[in-house]
């Protein structure tokens, strides 16, 4: 059985999508990110950078113990591998899709999230003239749907002609792409791509997951909940390592 910790961010969004796309079956263990979750011991043993998603495999083609293996992209190339689908095995297209998976996770995923927070951090005027990190990562990210944009001119999907783990884990950070200020026509190549995987079932399905925890209005909870979860989720520095 595949247990995935997850919450319904992007980053969680692109396994779920994979997982329904296998057909396989999973359980989904909720992870509530607002309250802190994420840094809990028990967590922390899987996922050492306390981010989600991360995921147990109970049942490793090896046989042993259970395996957990944390980041979004080494969870697809895991299951990937497992089931042998959606992944080339021949070296040249094996490479093709693996190369994609990391341009998200270096640059699709970490700019369009950056552009979010400062958008948001620029609304309080405690945190100063952000006009600057707005610019830079709007900009980014308008770079990156070009990037997306001339990749497809010539080809079906982003490894080619065969849909892809690469193309899973692209498509949950480009459905803000109205948040982000992007004209869809600006990029007609992308804009035929994202309405292909919009229709597809399984992309449906894997968006439509949730955590199982329910919705809050963090101005509703108590004062002093709301002043722990600010020190405990912003500006985090590092963590002392366990005493032996």
Do not use: C
């Not at 396994?15 to 263990?29: A, F, H, R, S, W």
């Not at 998976?101 to 270096?106: E, H």
């Not at 005027?125 to 610019?135: F, S």
Request: hydrophobic share 35%; no cysteine.
């Amino acid at each position: 059985m595949i247990e995935l910790h997850y919450a319904p961010t992007p980053n969680g969004k692109k396994v779920t999508i994979l997982l329904e796309e296998l057909g396989i079956p999973y359980k989904i263990v909720g992870i509530n990110i607002g309250r802190g979750d994420q840094f809990t011991d028990e967590f922390l043993r899987i996922s050492p950078n306390n981010r989600m998603p991360a995921m147990v495999d109970t049942e490793p083609e090896d046989g042993g113990e259970p395996v957990s293996v944390f980041e979004s992209g080494a969870i697809m190339l895991y299951l990937a591998e497992k089931y042998r689908r959606f992944i080339p095995q021949d070296l040249r297209g094996r490479y093709e899709t693996i190369q994609w998976v990391f341009w998200q996770m270096a640059n699709q995923g970490p700019k369009t999230g950056e552009n979010g927070h400062f958008r948001r951090a620029s609304t309080d005027p405690k945190n100063g003239q952000l006009d600057y990190a707005v610019r830079r990562f709007g900009d980014e990210v308008h770079r990156m749907y070009g990037v997306m944009n001339n990749r497809l001119y010539d080809r079906r999907y982003l490894a080619g002609e065969d849909y892809t783990i690469a193309d899973m884990i692209s498509y949950p950070w480009t459905v803000t792409w109205q948040m982000r200020g992007i004209d869809l026509e600006e990029f007609k190549y992308f804009k035929r791509w994202f309405e292909g995987l919009s229709e597809r079932p399984a992309v449906q399905r894997g968006l439509a997951v949730t955590a199982g925890v329910p919705a809050e209005d963090p101005a509703t909870l108590p004062p002093e909940e709301q002043e722990r979860r600010r020190k405990l989720l912003y500006n985090q520095r590092a963590r002392p390592a366990p005493v032996a």
